[in-house]
């Protein structure tokens, strides 16, 4: 994980958190639900990245929200008879913007 994306990462929490100073208003938390897919790689990244904040901020509770998207749901059907983009992203992307969510890690795949 590179210092910049660690970086953003932690100003993120930070705000979370009501530390940051960004100028963002949020409520004071002490767990912070991280979304990921159920895919092996991306509960990997997900735990990378949440040790890595766990060890910066050992008393929040980071919290792993795994679940299984479009996308992993419909992997024989080719893609473009979905019609629609993200489909391994979006459900989580709907949590986020609920505030059900306060981070989604995706797997990153090189």
Do not use: C
């Amino acid at each position: 994980m590179s210092s910049y994306v660690l970086a953003q990462i932690y100003q993120l929490v930070l705000n979370l958190v009501g530390g940051g100073g960004s100028g963002h208003v949020y409520p004071t938390r002490r767990i912070i639900r991280i979304g990921s897919r159920k895919s092996k790689l991306a509960l990997i990244q997900t735990h990378l990245v949440r040790d890595a904040l766990q060890a910066v901020y050992p008393d929040i509770n980071f919290e792993i929200i795994a679940m299984t998207t479009t996308g992993d749901n419909n992997q024989t059907k080719p893609l473009h008879s979905f019609g629609a983009k993200a489909l391994w992203t979006q459900e989580l992307e709907v949590l986020l913007l609920e505030d059900k969510l306060e981070m989604i890690v995706h797997s990153l795949k090189g």
